[in-house]
């Protein structure tokens, strides 16, 4: 049975989906997402996410074209209609379709594009976080308002087929020498005396809703934290490294340009966080 996905107020098979050649996220990639991890039919984190949603939006101005408690119930309606354990739900809304290519906004009386499906995907027992990912370093070509959750993607995608052709799992991006963050996560290195570093937020890096989560359990459990920004021979040269994304949760990073960390394995900071906070995230389920 294929998926059932949400466009425009309908509930409709994916093979019946269709979006107008005109829509703006198709000709201008001028849209907004979000991706919502879902672990035992629960969808997590969603009020962060929503949060993060509202401000992308009102930073290149459109505005939500529903209620918060209406996008909620869109959420449940599709992991129940599709029977969703585990995995993700992808929301875009875009600027919607003006009935021809102009630069220029439409009229406020456009109305938005907004569609939503599910993906099934392992979370809690990944086999990727199990073995941890090797990363390679590219420059960051990006615009330079990556706190704004565009669907510009691009660039990262080049970035993760730059990885790809090289044997290795993921990119790093790299601006005037130190990291910004991975191409679709953020990224963290462990000192070998323990601190955790991770760039600090900016226009330069998207505020990961779990970035914020996991930086609250370090805290909590009494980690030491810096928030600057890091070079890839620092990372190359730490004990260990990690990402954090929606649905990545945390995964362990066990190589860097080639230079193996915590012995080719995931570390033990990376392994406790993610336990912890994939506990902490199942009980706040919603």
């Not at 101005?61 to 209620?67: A, K, L, R």
């Not at 993760?160 to 996560?185: H, N, R």
């Not at 323990?194 to 809703?209: H, K, V």
């Amino acid at each position: 049975m294929s998926r059932i996905v949400y466009v425009n107020g309908n509930y409709i098979p994916e093979e019946e989906a269709t979006v107008s050649v005109f829509d703006r996220g198709f000709l201008f990639a001028d849209g907004i997402y979000e991706v919502t991890a879902v672990v035992d039919g629960r969808i997590l984190e969603f009020d962060g996410h929503i949060a993060r949603l509202k401000r992308s939006l009102g930073e290149v101005g459109m505005e939500m074209p529903v209620s918060e408690e209406e996008l909620l119930a869109i959420h449940r309606e599709l992991v129940s209609r599709n029977d969703l354990a585990e995995g993700g739900i992808y929301l875009q809304i875009t600027r919607g379709n003006p009935g021809d290519r102009d630069f220029v906004y439409p009229a406020k009386d456009v109305p938005q594009t907004m569609v939503l499906f599910t993906q099934a995907k392992t979370l809690v027992d990944s086999p990727v976080a199990a073995k941890g990912i090797k990363v390679i370093a590219v420059p960051d070509i990006r615009w330079g308002r990556r706190d704004i959750k565009t669907v510009q993607l691009l660039a990262p995608s080049m970035a993760k087929m730059a990885a790809k052709a090289e044997g290795k799992d993921d990119a790093w991006l790299v601006q005037d020498g130190f990291v910004t963050e991975g191409s679709s996560c953020n990224a963290y290195i462990v000192t070998k005396e323990g601190t955790i570093i991770t760039r600090n937020l900016s226009n330069s890096i998207l505020p990961g809703i779990t970035r914020a989560s996991v930086l609250k359990l370090v805290e909590e459990t009494g980690m030491t934290l810096e928030e600057r920004a890091f070079t890839i021979e620092e990372a190359k040269n730490a004990a260990e490294a990690f990402i954090t994304a929606a649905t990545t949760f945390v995964c362990p990073v066990v190589e860097i340009e080639g230079v193996e960390l915590s012995g080719g394995k995931p570390g033990p900071v990376a392994t406790r966080l993610k336990d912890v906070y994939i506990a902490e995230a199942r009980k706040a389920g919603i």
